[in-house]
């Protein structure tokens, strides 16, 4: 059985979490936007604070589904401070 979520960008974020992270790779919501784009998603908003919502969305929807994924989403996407992107929800 192949783990994964429903929407494909929560799906794709997931991935490249798992990537990142058995590199000991961390990524700002700038360079998460520029991936994005050039796989084929649209996230032109001038701050971060969209994306923000869609990792904290994507960082919910693995958590029932794979726990490893999960934590991988929280600790790969920082914000440009370098606190966790997931924790962005407003």
Known sequence: MTRTVENKVYNFIGNLSIALYSQGIQISLDALKQILNDHGQNYSESSNR???KVVSSAYDAWKE???????????????KGGKPAWEKRV
């Open 50 to 52: 969209g994306l923000g």
């Open 65 to 79: 589904i794979d726990p490893v994924v999960h934590h991988a989403i929280a600790w790969t996407f920082i914000d």
